[in-house]
């Protein structure tokens, strides 16, 4: 146990670690080789989370401090050791992949700076630095004449956009603005940001107020709507064709129920890279939608939005350009750590609409960040999102991207033309769906009548599961599994493998192993429940 003094608590703010200590052989580890420290320390095989806890159980706050070093122990076997490798190149099933080394060091440098964005008297070249990378970014999306960036990127009173700890807090900003000015100042009645959401309702003679978006809409749409107060019933879900884009006769049906039912669509959420499915909706179609309805018109880029480095895939977001505000997050595809993305406005305008101010800190008029940012105090990660872009630049992001979106196609055609595999959802961007089903069940299934067909699909909703779980606890190669409504299968709900192509270091020989691998974990399930009955609805006659 370490001695509790005042002595040594200066000590702390002041001496760092000794060379050969605990600690700071960990740093150097990390710095010399990251992949090895990760390889090294990170237990493969899955251990139950039910054990996991066991070592976080404790509740008391110690009352006697314990060394540095001690506690660099702990981590290593306890909290390192069961983290997820999440850079790993067969680690393909999430959003979340590997870093360029240099973003290490730099956030090193962004934590010891220790900046805060929510005012310039905290952060200095950091807000300047700031509304800089919001103008790259608004440059690449929007693409407006050099003398609009001269005259808004510095603004006092404009911002063309907002930083943001992730995708979930961009949306919620974009929504919040499309909110407050569609019930904005009106004669007498102050705005819905003063009186609240009762009054703009009698205000404005309605029963409600809504955000449309495809069923392909993240979650986050959802919490905004209940943050926002228009609840999430008012969040109106539009159906998706057979490639998950949303239908535009739906949507226009719609937006005419809701206007019946004197329930106000404000807001047409576009997507550009579902999260399921990497599918982007036809942004040009919803921009006309969105003008001929008065509808704000948000694009949840948060996944898609770096395809717009490469001018071979840029033409597929056709239409962004349009949009009133788009999110991209840069924990994504711009390869920069976990806790940043933003939300950019065409409009430089558009962001008073949730203008706060405070004298002791936010001052009228002053360029503070803090008073159009939903979030009070804020990290300095526009640094490293700034390094990004320097230092990989828009060719080397283009390559990237395409990288990506051409390794998914190779991957999905091989899937296709398995015996043993099924493509779900075609790639579009470099997310795409399949699943396992053996030669003699896809026979049957197309000549399966539709309560054998469900069946089937039962069952191997089971088995796609099975094969996730144990694919992961094996600890190898991880894809995720989703829940779609192919349209092949009358909108009949079955369980997938989604696969998720970010890492620049994910090849064709390490799809080709995970496939393997969920053929031999296939092959080991023989004798289950599962296969005997998968095997047993096979054999009945049609
Ligand atoms: C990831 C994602 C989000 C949410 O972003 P977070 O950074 O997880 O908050 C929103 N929309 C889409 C399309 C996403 O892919």
Redesign the pocket.
């Known amino acids: 146990m370490a001695e509790i003094s005042m002595e040594n608590l200066l000590r702390i703010f002041t001496v760092p670690e000794a060379p050969g200590s605990t600690l700071n052989r960990l740093d150097n580890d990390i710095s010399a080789n990251l992949a090895g420290f990760l390889q090294e320390h990170i237990v493969a095989e899955e251990a139950d989370l039910v054990k996991i806890e066991q070592d976080f159980n404790d509740t008391r706050i110690p009352e006697d401090p314990i060394f540095v070093s001690e506690h660099a122990e702990f981590l290593l076997d306890k909290v390192v050791a069961q983290s997820v490798h999440t850079s790993s190149p067969s680690f393909v099933g999430h959003?979340t992949s590997a870093l360029p080394y240099f973003m290490i060091p730099l956030s090193k440098i962004m934590i010891a700076l220790n900046q805060n964005l929510v005012k310039t008297e905290t952060s200095k070249a950091f807000t300047p630095l700031e509304r800089q990378v919001l103008g790259m970014l608004h440059r690449l999306t929007y693409g407006q004449s050099s003398e609009f960036y001269d005259t808004w990127l510095h603004h006092g009173r404009k911002r063309l956009g907002a930083f943001c700890s992730?995708?979930?807090?961009a949306?919620i900003t974009a929504l919040w603005t499309a909110r407050n000015r569609a019930f904005g100042p009106d004669g007498n009645f102050p705005g819905i940001n003063h009186s609240g959401i009762f009054g703009a309702m009698r205000h404005y003679g309605c029963e409600g107020a809504a955000v449309l978006v495809s069923e392909r809409g993240?979650y986050?749409l959802s919490k905004a709507a209940d943050v926002l107060g228009i609840g999430r019933e008012n969040l109106v879900s539009v159906e998706t064709d057979s490639h998950n884009r949303i239908c535009l006769d739906a949507l226009e049906r719609k937006i005419e129920e809701l206007k019946q039912q004197r329930i106000r669509p404000f807001a047409l959420v576009g997507?550009a890279?579902?999260?399921e499915t990497g599918n982007i909706d036809p942004l040009d179609k919803l921009a006309d939608i969105a003008e001929a309805h008065d509808l704000h018109f948000h694009v949840?880029a948060?996944?898609g939005g770096p395809t717009l480095f490469s001018d071979r895939y840029r033409p597929l977001l056709k239409g962004i350009e349009r949009a009133d505000s788009v999110?991209i997050?840069a924990?994504?595809q711009l390869y920069v750590p976990m806790g940043v993305?933003l939300v950019l406005f065409r409009d430089p305008s558009m962001l008073e609409s949730i203008e706060h101010h405070a004298q002791y800190i936010i001052r009228q008029g002053s360029k503070d960040l803090g008073s159009t940012t939903l979030e009070g105090s804020r990290p300095g990660m526009a640094m490293l999102v700034h390094a990004g872009l320097k230092i990989i630049s828009r060719r080397g992001y283009a390559m990237l991207i395409e990288k990506g979106i051409e390794l998914a196609r190779r991957f999905a055609d091989r899937i296709a033309s398995l015996e043993d595999f099924e493509l779900v959802s075609e790639p579009e961007l470099n997310i795409f769906t399949y699943r396992w089903v053996p030669a003699e069940v896809q026979a049957r299934l197309r000549d399966a009548d539709e309560g054998q067909r469900q069946r089937i699909n039962e069952v191997l909703s089971r088995i796609t599961q099975a094969i996730q779980k144990e694919q992961r606890e094996r600890g190898k190669a991880f894809v995720s599994r989703t829940r779609l409504k192919p349209e092949c299968y009358g909108q009949q709900a079955i369980t997938v493998f989604r696969v998720v192509l970010a890492n620049p270091l994910t090849t064709d020989e390490v799809l080709r192993e995970v496939l393997e691998e969920q053929r031999e974990i296939a092959a080991g399930m023989k004798d289950s429940a599962n296969m005997q009955e998968l095997m047993g609805l096979v054999a009945l006659p049609a």
């Open positions: 959003m992730g995708g979930t807090v949306n993240h986050s997507i890279g579902t999260t949840d948060a996944w999110t997050d924990h994504k993305g």
